[in-house]
């Protein structure tokens, strides 16, 4: 058995590797892409590179990847994306033996919003909150130095009072030398109203943003002093027909709400640098369009608003198969021999921290100081307490995982499942007289 350990940070990634049984005439690499910044599990349609040799494979609904007839020898495993460049976050990247026979296995990590918070913000940030991120630049392109961002919005705060209430926040950022700034701590699918200025009192628009999924990146400019610029395009429905006296307001706009003519078109004046517009018109939805003008001139050509629903979408409801990994665990949980955790039970904790599986679990699983801690049932360590062996998706991970990356991987299990050493079933076996703590992800 040959196992790989990397330490988690922005970019790192936490891998497993285990020989497993495999027909190839060469080995393989497999294993899942994790994504704790956006979307909170396994991430889907995304593309793994191997390298050398430059093989591609794309994740699947459950995050998992693939490379089959594999040369043995040392290879990497790299997933790099345009979205984790704009909230500064480094390519996920692990090397691996791929084996002669069998298959290596991977699970590779985004990086977690509470290590961007404390790498970006400087503080711990809640759970259920997010970010926005993004580069502050002058109208020429050039990073914006000492420039304030500031996001508002509100939220309902029950109590003090006979009914909720809402209370107005703040998050405010200055940025450094690469113009870059981190604006954290609002809650996730919140709409935030962003907007920035420079040091002599230029400005760009209020840009309502929503924080969904909750690490957001945008990117604002900063126009010249008092610069107006024009602004036109032409509103048009789903099949090209022109949509007249369409409502249109910029922000930061010098000529009010405009109405589309009769062709749909418009022509607007406005300050340069980040601007959103808005465009209504009825029986359509609104419609933000986020706009960076800097030319004289800017035409957005057309622009297309959808009806307003008139009906209910239709109700699918689409049942996942049964993976065999869930009938055995469900076969080990009739046995009653361990503490198991279903998805279900998990589902509805609000976080799967140490804590929160402890008090789920059998009296003789314990939470100490964020970590998972097995009260011993016999030998020598009888009574005391001791850190279980950890097994993932089936694979032998030991019992030298640090607690922060065991942490980090629970918070993505599909299943949990522990047992006391005397009692743990030959495949999770516990060599260190504790016991075994099994992780379900894929």
């Known amino acids: 058995m040959m196992r790989l350990l990397a330490a988690p940070f922005l970019g790192a990634a936490i891998l497993a590797v285990a020989t497993c049984p495999d027909l190839h005439a060469q080995g393989g690499v497999r294993g899942v892409l994790i994504d704790s910044l956006r979307a909170m599990g396994p991430l889907a349609g995304a593309e793994i590179v191997l390298m050398p040799g430059g093989h591609r494979a794309q994740t699947d609904e459950r995050g998992r990847f693939e490379f089959r007839d594999i040369p043995p020898g ?25 084996p002669a026979r069998g298959s290596a296995e991977v699970t590779l990590l985004t990086g977690t919003r509470a290590n961007l918070a404390l790498q970006r913000c400087g503080g711990v940030m809640d759970i259920g909150r997010g970010l926005v991120v993004g580069e502050l ?25 006979p009914a909720a209430r809402p209370q107005e926040y703040v998050a405010v950022d200055t940025t450094a030398a690469d113009g870059r700034y981190a604006l954290c701590g609002m809650p996730d699918n919140a709409e935030v109203v962003v907007g920035a200025r420079h040091p002599d009192g230029r400005g760009t628009g209020a840009i309502v943003l929503r924080v969904d999924p909750g690490v957001l990146a945008h990117d604002l ?17 789903g099949s090209g027909a022109p949509v007249a006296r369409a409502e ?8 009010g709400v405009l109405r589309t003519d009769s062709t749909g078109r418009f022509d607007i004046q406005l300050e340069e640098g980040s601007r959103q517009l808005v465009l209504r018109a009825l029986g359509f939805r609104p419609r933000l369009l986020d706009v960076r003008v800097g030319a004289p001139m800017t035409d957005l050509g057309d622009v297309v608003l959808d009806p307003a629903a008139a009906v209910l979408d239709t109700v699918v409801i689409r049942a996942a198969p049964t993976t065999v990994q869930e009938l055995e665990f469900e076969q080990r949980r009739r046995t009653q021999i361990g503490s198991f955790l279903d998805e279900q039970t998990l589902r509805r904790l609000p976080r ?19 970590r998972i ?13 001791c850190k279980p062996r950890l097994f993932v998706d089936g694979s032998d991970w030991g019992n030298r995982t ?3 990356e065991i942490q980090s991987l629970m918070q993505f299990a599909r299943r949990i499942e522990m047992y006391r050493a005397t009692y743990a079933p030959p495949e999770f076996n516990d060599f260190d007289g504790c016991g075994a703590l099994v992780l379900w992800i894929i």
């Open 137 to 161: 630049r002058e109208i020429s392109s050039e990073p914006l130095v000492g420039g304030v961002v500031v996001a508002r919005w509100s939220e309902l705060v029950v109590g003090g009072g």
């Open 74 to 98: 040392p290879v990497r495993v790299n997933y790099a994306a345009l979205w984790l460049d704009s909230v500064g976050v480094a390519p996920a990247s692990a090397a691996v033996e791929a």
């Open 352 to 370: 799967a921290t140490a804590d929160a599986v402890a008090s789920q679990s059998q009296p003789w699983v314990r939470a100490d100081a964020g």
């Open 248 to 255: 249109v307001l910029a922000s930061a706009s010098t000529s």
């Open 221 to 237: 400019v900063v126009g010249a002093p008092a610069r107006i610029v024009r602004l036109r395009g032409r509103v048009i429905n």
């Open 373 to 385: 801690l097995f009260r011993s049932a016999g030998g020598i360590l009888a009574g005391t307490l």
């Open 402 to 404: 640090p607690d922060d």
